[in-house]
């Protein structure tokens, strides 16, 4: 025989393949589909109210792994007992009478009185055909790639009910996917999803959202980036946290500017990070921007616009000397492209901050990172010197 593959799409569907084989020398045939996508994320229940002839007439993609039922007659096509199929209601119903008429001359031979019941029920089956009272056509397919058509679409149709759910592990089991037997991983699930709170806008105190991310960067650590968008006054800001603990070392992290390149390297800035730049005697100290990942030049752009924005240098209570100073310095900042040679120092007690390694894996000529003992002072800062975390647990009274 011949056995010939269709790839179509559905309208408002997905794509699927419908295979057709035909024999010439005994004139079978048969149709099947697959879905020509992946198992969706969740199982799909379509529920239809069939009260006409159009009704009927409506397609339906029935997938292997699907169960269709009729409640009215308790009728139920089991999952896996017929292969997918792309066909109509009234095809659905054609398809399970000739199975049930398949077997019948040999029930009548063995046991006539099962014979009669399934007769009986092949009636009712027909009478379905004919409209003689309405009942509900239910698809329950756990993989999601079953289909009953809308004859609205894109409008609603009042007739159907679709339903999305999750799979049991039952289900994705008999589906073939990978169960895990252990319990998720919070922390897993949190790399993979962004999480949203609600909040307060800093600026007009209007209710807003503040979405959080875990972001793995390349070559270091594990980072939370919260960013916070108000919709009443546009205020937007974002912000970095450290995912992991303090580093046992500080870090001094030195880049030598020599190419307009370099002002695209990602830059990690913790609130605990003091950014420094030799050549135009410039000093940010800790805490000052908070946490920032962004590249140089986003990082050298906050620290112009930190200084732009300062009411106290360049406001009406500024002096002219120092308003020309610091016009004099920014001009010097946003020379600081890759043109003008300078050294970027980033200098971090705890150990958190990151400046993009372009040749990683291997070593950057123009980068130089040092890990030092820190001091007592900025242990002070950062709260080490009074943090126990061996034997704070209170010694129990001896005994006599």
């Known amino acids: 025989g011949v056995t010939r593959l269709l790839l179509t799409r559905i309208p408002f569907f997905k794509e699927i393949?419908?295979?057709?084989?035909?024999?010439?020398?005994?004139?079978?045939?048969?149709?099947?589909?697959q879905s020509a996508g992946r198992i969706q994320e969740q199982g799909v229940r379509y529920a239809l109210a069939v009260t006409s002839r159009q009704d009927m007439n409506r397609e339906v993609v029935k997938t292997d792994c699907a169960t269709a039922r009729i409640p009215e007659l308790d009728f139920e096509i089991p999952a896996f007992s017929q292969k997918g199929v792309l066909t109509t209601i009234e095809g659905i119903i054609d398809r399970a009478v000739a199975g049930l008429e398949q077997d019948q001359p040999a029930r009548r031979a063995t046991d006539e009185e099962v014979a009669g019941k399934i007769d009986e029920f092949i009636g009712k089956l027909r009478q379905l055909k004919e409209m003689s009272s309405p009942f509900t056509f239910i698809i329950d397919d756990p993989s999601g790639n079953s289909f009953v058509e809308n004859p609205h679409a894109p409008?609603?149709?009042?007739?159907?009910?679709?339903?999305?759910?999750?799979?049991?592990?039952?289900?994705?089991?008999?589906?073939?996917?990978?169960?895990d037997a252990k319990?998720?991983?919070?922390?897993?699930?949190?790399?993979?999803?962004?999480?949203?709170?609600?909040?307060?806008?800093?600026?007009?105190?209007?209710?807003?959202?503040?979405?959080?991310?875990?972001?793995?960067?390349?070559?270091?650590?594990?980072?939370?980036?919260?960013?916070?968008?108000?919709?009443?006054?546009?205020?937007?800001?974002?912000?970095?946290?450290?995912?992991?603990?303090i580093e046992p070392q500080g870090t001094r992290i030195t880049l030598r500017i020599t190419d307009p390149s370099d002002m695209t390297r990602d830059i990690?800035?913790?609130?605990?990070?003091?950014?420094?730049?030799?050549?135009?005697?410039?000093?940010?100290?800790?805490?000052?921007?908070?946490g920032k990942f962004t590249t140089l030049e986003g990082l050298l752009k906050d620290i112009r616009d930190l200084v732009e924005r300062n009411p106290?240098?360049?406001?009406?209570?500024?002096?002219?000397?120092?308003?020309?100073?610091?016009?004099?310095?920014?001009?010097?900042?946003?020379?600081?492209?890759?043109k003008t040679k300078a050294h970027f120092i980033m200098d971090d007690p705890a150990g958190n901050s990151y400046?993009?390694?372009?040749?990683?894996?291997?070593?950057?000529?123009?980068?130089?990172?040092?890990?030092?003992?820190?001091?007592?002072?900025?242990?002070?800062?950062?709260?080490?010197n009074d943090m126990k975390t061996e034997g704070y647990e209170p010694e129990s009274a001896s005994g006599p």
């Open 17 to 33: 393949i419908v295979s057709s084989f035909s024999c010439d020398s005994c004139s079978w045939s048969n149709t099947e589909i």
């Open 155 to 179: 409008r609603r149709d009042d007739a159907l009910v679709v339903t999305h759910y999750r799979r049991t592990p039952q289900q994705a089991a008999m589906l073939g996917l990978e169960v």
């Open 183 to 245: 319990p998720p991983d919070a922390a897993e699930d949190l790399r993979d999803e962004v999480l949203q709170f609600n909040t307060n806008c800093p600026e007009c105190n209007a209710p807003a959202s503040t979405n959080m991310k875990v972001v793995q960067i390349p070559h270091f650590k594990e980072v939370i980036i919260m960013a916070t968008n108000c919709d009443s006054c546009g205020h937007r800001t974002n912000e970095v946290k450290s995912g992991g603990a």
């Open 268 to 290: 990690l800035k913790s609130e605990t990070c003091s950014v420094e730049i030799p050549e135009l005697e410039f000093e940010l100290g800790m805490g000052a921007l908070g």
């Open 312 to 338: 106290f240098t360049l406001g009406d209570s500024s002096t002219p000397s120092r308003t020309g100073k610091l016009q004099e310095f920014i001009g010097k900042l946003q020379e600081v492209n890759g």
């Open 355 to 384: 400046l993009q390694n372009v040749y990683a894996p291997e070593e950057d000529p123009e980068l130089r990172v040092e890990r030092y003992e820190r001091t007592f002072e900025q242990n002070e800062d950062l709260g080490l």
